[in-house]
């Protein structure tokens, strides 16, 4: 029954907090009153579930989705792959994971992007997927590009791969930001930056992962997502979850 | 099975301007990948009620980059919404409040959970949409909220449907909730 689930805040000391100057655009779009804390109700526990017949066969193909007549994208060939799993360590299985990035010159498909970089006439730049019952997800798709933007005088965004995920329960609902392993930029960027602990951070930056990797064809990523962990009032004093 | 906390969840960062690409990429100009992007349900009953939802910054300036997505739990009903030209707002069709009441013993009080991404905001915020002429006092969140506050999370009612405004920031700050 909902009744004895319930989610433990969010550790705010683990993500960023919503006023962050040194990212320029946070200055007005962050609140200033304290956030109002209620305990789960069936609005939090519950969410969407989506079916595979909403997902085609090429959605996770960056590679080929968007590109012409047989033709490829340019740019580094990877797989980026691993699980979404919950804070108990848990899959998180037949879930929704959207991903969108940059081709490899560090241009996005998207009206406002300006960039003097090229567009890739074969790259689209969006994937998605549902992860198997063991909560693992695979993407196949070009290493993005680092990416100009106007934060400050030549600020510069680090190679990364937007993830939008779903849990089964609302409260669960997570955007983030993949990184790759050795990149220089990213201690230098002030959206990595607004993570307080350098863990956190960590835990965002693929590694590679040359088992995956396919010889003579892409290399690959790891990168693991973690959710929330629901947790039941049945097991309160053993802090475990369900 | 249960099991102990071993992970760290991932931490947040910001969806950015271009979270459309990821999430509904025909709306920005990427024809032709997916055979339908996923914009949610829409009501059953084709005459539902439309809600437009519109997201003002800190200065007052219109934020006309974000995305926002609605859960009604009781009815199984979710949607994403992004800026309309046309209407300057976020629009929504969901399905008459009247159609609602009495579905889970959570949801005796009409209400839809809101959650709010974009450019400058590092995680999503949560909200909550409650509607007039219903009797708001009873709702236990609600009632956590200052009173002065609460009367920024009740819709308003337009000649279409109703209307509801985000102030991120500001004298009218909307309440955001942890959720």
């Known amino acids: 029954m909902t009744g004895d689930s319930y989610f433990r805040p969010r550790d705010r000391t683990w993500h960023p907090v919503s006023h962050t100057p040194e990212y320029k655009s946070s200055v007005l779009r962050s ?25 085609g066969e090429l959605d996770n193909d960056l590679i080929r989705n968007f590109a012409k007549n047989g033709k490829m994208p340019i740019g580094p060939r990877i797989i980026i792959h691993g699980k979404v799993l919950d804070e108990f360590g848990k899959p998180v299985p037949n879930t929704l994971v959207e991903i969108w990035q940059a081709n490899a010159s560090g241009r996005y498909r998207h009206k406002k992007d300006g960039y003097l970089a090229p567009l890739d006439p074969n790259f689209g730049g969006c994937g998605r997927t549902l992860t198997s019952d063991d909560g693992s997800y695979e993407f196949t798709t070009i290493q993005p590009g680092a990416y ?16 939008s995920v779903f849990g089964p329960s609302f409260a669960q609902r997570l955007i983030t930001q993949m990184y790759f392993e050795g990149d220089p930029l990213i201690p230098l ?5 607004t993570i307080p602990d350098q863990r956190a951070v960590d835990q965002l930056v693929a590694r590679l992962d040359l088992d995956k990797a396919v010889s003579m064809d892409c290399l690959a990523y790891h990168f693991d997502v973690v959710l929330r962990g629901k947790y039941s009032t049945l097991f309160e004093n053993k802090m475990e979850g369900n | 099975m249960a099991g102990k906390k071993q992970l760290n969840e991932s931490p947040s960062q910001t969806a950015g301007p271009y979270v459309h690409i990821g999430c509904i990429p025909a709306y920005a100009g990427i024809e ?5 992007d996923i914009w949610g349900n829409s009501p059953v009953d084709q005459a539902g009620t439309t809600l437009k939802v519109r997201i003002f910054d800190g200065d007052g300036a ?13 009815l199984k009903f979710w949607a994403r919404s992004a800026f309309d030209e046309d209407s300057l707002s976020y629009p929504f ?16 009080i009409p209400f839809i959970s809101v959650w709010i991404v974009a450019r400058g905001v590092n995680i999503g915020l949560h909200t909550r949409i409650y509607f007039p002429d219903m009797e708001n006092d009873v709702d236990k969140v609600l009632n956590q909220v200052e009173e002065t506050r609460r009367g920024s999370l009740i819709a308003n009612e337009s000649n279409d449907g109703y209307t509801f405004d985000i102030y991120l920031q500001g004298e009218r700050e909307t309440v955001f909730f942890d959720i």
């Not at chain 1, 109002?36 to 909403?54: A, D, K, M, N, Q």
């Not at chain 1, 960027?189 to 930056?193: A, E, K, R, S, T």
């Not at chain 2, 032709?32 to 339908?36: A, E, F, P, S, T």
Request: proline fraction near 12%; hydrophobic fraction near 35%; glycine fraction near 6%.
């Open chain 1, 31 to 55: 609140p200033q009153r304290p956030l109002v804390y209620f305990p789960s109700t069936s609005s939090e526990l519950s969410g969407p579930v989506f079916g595979h017949e909403l997902i």
């Open chain 2, 62 to 74: 219109p934020v006309t980059d974000a995305l926002i997505e609605i859960w009604i739990a009781g």
């Open chain 1, 189 to 193: 960027c002030p959206i990595v930056n």
């Open chain 2, 93 to 108: 069709q969901i399905p008459k409040t009247n159609s609602w009441a009495g579905q889970t013993s959570d949801d005796a």
């Open chain 1, 148 to 163: 100009p933007w106007p934060n400050h005088e030549n600020a510069w965004r680090p190679m990364h791969v937007h993830f």
């Open chain 2, 32 to 36: 032709g990948v997916y055979k339908q």
